[in-house]
């Protein structure tokens, strides 16, 4: 499996960005995704994950505001992330492992793929 994250870019606090992770297509549907982000100096934190079934879990900071989504053919998850604030300027990692790994959102197993990161700027 092979991810490809776009999207990110710099925004007004307040304002929205869509970001997506586009992953071969011939495993994508038997595999979970999700995103994950780190800021400079601050540890990798959960944004969201979805499992196969569409079970989804969010990052504390941002419920409410960011949603996260998958395609009908599973093969591009999206991110919408709205109301950004300053403290969500980092770097954006998508990844997808088996579904049979779990927790779902879970990625310390070494069954998990990692896309290159993309960059979200949120400016005041």
């Known amino acids: 499996v092979q991810l490809q994250a776009s999207g990110g870019g710099l925004v007004q606090a307040g304002g929205s960005l869509r970001l997506s992770c586009k992953a071969s297509?011939?495993?994508?549907?038997?595999?979970?995704m999700g995103w994950f982000r780190q800021a400079p100096g601050k540890e990798r934190e959960l944004v969201a994950a979805i499992a196969r079934v569409g079970t989804t879990k969010y990052g504390d900071s941002v419920k409410g505001r960011f949603t996260i989504s998958r395609d009908s053919a599973k093969t591009t998850m999206y991110l919408q992330m709205n109301s950004l604030k300053l403290e969500d300027t980092a770097v954006y990692y998508c990844?997808?492992?088996?579904?049979?790994?779990?927790?779902?959102?879970?990625?310390?197993?070494?069954?998990?793929?990692w896309g290159q990161g993309t960059q979200v700027t949120v400016s005041s």
């Open positions: 297509a011939r495993t994508s549907s038997s595999y979970t």
């Open positions: 990844y997808t492992k088996p579904h049979w790994d779990v927790p779902f959102w879970d990625v310390a197993s070494r069954n998990v793929v």
